[in-house]
């Protein structure tokens, strides 16, 4: 089966490098660019960060383009508690020879839609203000891709970043909102596959099985990256008393990307606070269909996302753990 295009849009931190082995481990796709931005980190350490785990995977070869350095409308800081202040944890990769793209992000996602009309695959697994400035650039995104799918939202329980939105959506509500809107109304396949913290926080990847996968990748560059990264991202899940291992958010994402089966969805509709103090960068669900009551709700009746709601926990560390084993002799 020939693979599918993909281009990863990230801010990469120990996850989302997570997310980029695992796109280089999946058959199902070719990844054909990755696009940074802001978010665990600065965009140019996540720039920097996407450059050195693609050559740690042998994607050497595969475009990175620079995109957005704050979010639309406030400012950001980064988040060095959770990632390390470089965002790899304790790993410190070679820097890459290659310098990132001349085109933006934004540009990047833009031509490869057009240029493979309804094939790219775009996983964003950041803060969307990447994705809301190509929708700007083209409205007509939502038609031009071959699907979409984000690691971000909270939408049957609370958040991470704060005690109502999830840390993606925090970091831009505005991109959020206005993403949500740009792919509003079109078929139920082209909408957003939206994995959040309803199904991400259930994959917690642990010490134990860490520790099992990279045993069985003895002396491999792989290994010594994931022992040199991930524990310190396990150690922030411990401090805030979460055990049983860190969330594999970003690979779940594009995991269910590759193989909706993996997870369940509820088609509605989201809308995202941009304004409430206590609210900022909450993902409200209409998941009861309140938006179709026969009294105004304000709200408009189009869908505009597919939320996950369920996840097969098993089968989806399963696989991980056998994806990241096969990249044991990653070409240097
Ligand atoms: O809330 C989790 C998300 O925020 C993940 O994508 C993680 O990498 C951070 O970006
Ligand atoms: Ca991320």
Redesign the pocket.
Known sequence: MTPRPLILD???????AL?LLYAAASPEVELIGATTVM??VTVRHATENTLAVLELAGLGHVEVASGAARPLVRDHEP?PV??GERGLGRAELPSSTRAPSSRSAAQLLVEAARERRGEVLLVA???LTNVALALAEEPGLPELLGGFAI??GAFARG???TPAA??????DPDAAQAVFRGFAGREAARLPLCAG?DV?DRVQLSRAALDAICADMPGSPVARFLQEAVPFYIEFYERFGVAGGA?M??PL?LALALDESLGTFETTRVEVETDGQWTRGMTVADLRGVRHSPWPVGWEPEENARVALDVDVAGFLTRFADRLRSLAEAPA
């Not at 999830?166 to 970091?171: H, K, P, Q, S």
């Open positions: 990230v801010d990469t931190g120990v996850d989302d997310a978010g665990n988040f959770v990632h697994t950041g803060p690691m971000g958040g991470n970043a999830e840390a993606n959506i925090w970091v913290l991400t969330a958010h970003d994402a």
